[in-house]
């Protein structure tokens, strides 16, 4: 074996230990981007209306000097009035639940948006080096798998 065979036949066994131990190190560091991306805070977006309540009914009369017939019409009107107060509170019931489930409904949303934007840029590699820096280990090893090919065809020689 020529001395040049012997050079070549080192250099790649050094290769392509140097790509073993970085391409172990790129699955370690990997496995950390991982662990750290599980840990990320979460950002969960909360509704902006309050909670349901407020709506409220009161009523009022006076029944001092009054005879029979005008309390009769009173409770009459006051029933017409009641009637038409209950239709106005089920509308604005209606309207504030509608609001609310609207404004939960777009927090979550947006809460389950921005974990997929950030789950997307995880899996793309957002924040990750070149893909040719990402990866070294494998490119090492073919380098030093074609200096030791290079080396027995020179030892054959």
């Known amino acids: 074996m020529t ?30 981007r991982l ?13 902006a209306h ?8 009161t009523a009022t009369g006076t029944v001092h000097g009054q005879t029979l017939e005008q309390r009769i019409q009173a409770l009459e009107a006051a029933q017409r009035g009641l009637r038409d107060e209950l239709d106005r509170r089920e509308e604005r019931a ?12 777009k927090a979550s949303e947006k809460t389950i948006d921005d974990q997929v934007t950030k789950l997307r840029g995880y899996v793309v590699g957002d924040g990750q080096t070149s893909r040719t820096r990402a990866y070294r280990g494998p490119i090492v090893l073919g380098i030093g798998i074609v200096v030791g090919l290079v080396g027995n065809i020179f030892s054959s020689l």
Not at 94 to 105: C, D, S, T, V
């Open 50 to 57: 309050g909670l349901f309540g407020g709506l409220r009914m």
């Open 3 to 32: 001395t040049a065979a012997v050079t070549l036949a080192l250099i790649a066994a050094a290769l392509e230990i140097w790509g073993i131990w970085r391409t172990i190190k790129d699955i370690c560091t990997a496995r950390q």
């Open 94 to 105: 209606r309207e504030r639940l509608r609001n609310e489930f609207q404004g939960a409904l």
């Open 35 to 47: 662990a750290s991306y599980l840990d990320f805070p979460r950002t969960v977006y909360g509704s």
